[in-house]
C-alpha cells in the first residue's frame, strides 16, 4: 500500500514538472503582457519614481527594433524602442489616467517555442489634463513576441480595425 501511494505520487509529481515545463512559455507571455498593461495603465496620483519604474520595465520587454503600428490618428508607427520611449514618455506626461481592460486573450506559440503571437481585444479609458475629457478607445491588437536568450520580448504590436 505505501509502495503504491508513493508511486502516485512520483507518478503527479512527474505529469506536474511536465505540464510546467511544456506550458511555461505561455505563462511567461502573459506575465508580460500584465506588465504591459500595468505600464500602460496610469493613476491621477503617479509620480516620476513610478513612471521611472515603468520605462525600465517597458525597456525589458521590447526589442531594440520593435515596431508598433496604430491608425494614424491614434499613434504614428513606431520603428525603434527608442521613439517607444519618448512617444510613452510624451503621452505619459499628457494624460491624467488610463484605465485598460483585455479580453478575447489567445496566446500561440510557434517555430519551437521561439515565436509567439498574442491576439486580444482591448479597451481603455483615457482621462486627457485639459478639463473632464475622457476618450474610449477599443481595439484589436496583435503582438508578436520573440524568444531571445530565454527572455520573450514584443517585437511587433499592430492595431486591427474593429469591423
Do not use: H
Not at 509567439?116 to 482621462?127: D, E, N, R
Amino acid at each position: 500500500m505505501k509502495n503504491k501511494i508513493i508511486a502516485i505520487i512520483i507518478g503527479l509529481g512527474f505529469v506536474g514538472i511536465l505540464f510546467l515545463l511544456f506550458n511555461s512559455d505561455k505563462r511567461i507571455i502573459k506575465k508580460n503582457l500584465g506588465q504591459l498593461v500595468e505600464i500602460a495603465t496610469k493613476e491621477k496620483n503617479d509620480n516620476n519614481f513610478i513612471f521611472i519604474v515603468k520605462v525600465k520595465k517597458l525597456k525589458s520587454l521590447f526589442k531594440d527594433d520593435c515596431i508598433v503600428k496604430f491608425e494614424k490618428e491614434v499613434l504614428p508607427e513606431i520603428k525603434k524602442l527608442d521613439e517607444l520611449l519618448v512617444v510613452y514618455s510624451q503621452l505619459y506626461k499628457f494624460v491624467e489616467e488610463v484605465e485598460i481592460e483585455l479580453s478575447d486573450v489567445s496566446i500561440v506559440t510557434y517555430k519551437g517555442n521561439k515565436d509567439a503571437l498574442t491576439k486580444l481585444k482591448g479597451k481603455s479609458i483615457v482621462k486627457v489634463r485639459q478639463g473632464e475629457q475622457y476618450l474610449f478607445i477599443e481595439q484589436n491588437v496583435e503582438l508578436r513576441w520573440i524568444k531571445e536568450n530565454n527572455k520573450w520580448k514584443v517585437f511587433e504590436i499592430k492595431g486591427i480595425n474593429l469591423k
